[in-house]
């Protein structure tokens, strides 16, 4: 028995399409949504946005809650992990060179919704030093990871997340307005890397950088006390943390 499958114009198909749309919008409505939202935000009609989120119920993936709004289930946690861990093990020997060639701890981190997901990190061997819990979510205004993921986006795209985010200020160096964030995300354009500056905690400096061609905006970064982590040490940072991520990128583009 052949099954009839409409296709798109790229080759995917429509309905998987569909259903990965009616999950982002779900994503970046906060976590849940209305039906009429859905159809707001989709295009589609009532009928397949129904048949849709039967089948995504059914599998996990998305609840109806008792008030008829739609939230992201448990089935998308199970993804993201293994995703996760699967991120974190291809970059994870290119942070530990990082490591060994600077001795500060390295991070890598990827765009989830209107916040950045640390999914990788090697520590420091110093007894003193930064440590981020792999799974961690974080603004992205105040992290050299999320500023540098933020570099790559359009500024409307920017404001777009950090207004869904907000931007508390965890310092009194933290930026907390999108004008002065885009002002520093137009000199991390130029410059091609980003600083935490004391901006997410005090006594405490990271150099970042984007990840070239990832399938996701994704960053890494050194970090560590700005007694260790000052200009010279960015000097030093700044082309290993390019060769690491042109080789995290090289990995994560090669063919299987």
Not at 18 to 44: N, Y
Not at 144 to 158: H, S, W
Not at 208 to 220: D, E, K, L
Request: proline share 4%; glycine share 8%.
């Amino acid at each position: 028995m052949t099954e009839n499958v409409t296709t798109t114009g790229a080759g995917g198909v429509q309905s998987v399409e569909r259903a990965f749309d009616l999950l982002e919008v779900i994503a970046a409505s906060g976590g849940e949504a209305m039906l009429s939202e859905l159809a707001t935000a989709t295009g589609l009609a009532l009928p397949t946005i129904h048949r849709l989120l039967r089948t995504l119920v059914a599998t996990g993936y998305v609840r109806q809650l008792a008030n008829r709004r739609y939230v992201l289930g448990p089935g998308l946690i199970r993804l993201g992990e293994g995703a996760s861990r699967q991120l974190g093990a291809l970059a994870r020997t290119h942070l530990a060179t990082l490591v060994q060639q600077l001795g500060e701890t390295a991070n890598m981190a990827v765009l989830d919704g209107d916040r950045v997901l640390y999914a990788a990190q090697v520590p420091s061997r110093h007894s003193m030093r930064m440590f981020t819990e792999v799974g961690r979510r974080a603004h992205l205004h105040d992290t050299g990871v999320g500023k540098a993921i933020l570099a790559q986006l359009t500024d409307a795209a920017v404001r777009s997340l950090v207004t869904a985010a907000g931007m508390p200020a965890a310092t009194t160096m933290s930026i907390t307005t999108p004008d002065a964030l885009l002002q520093d995300l137009g000199l991390i354009r130029s410059r091609g890397y980003a600083i935490d500056d004391n901006e997410q905690e005090i006594g405490v400096r990271c150099f970042a950088m984007s990840v070239p061609n990832a399938p996701t905006p994704t960053a890494i970064s050194v970090s560590g006390p700005v007694s260790r982590v000052d200009e010279a040490f960015g000097t030093r940072a700044v082309p290993l943390l390019r060769a690491a991520a042109e080789a995290i990128s090289h990995d994560l583009n090669r063919a299987p």
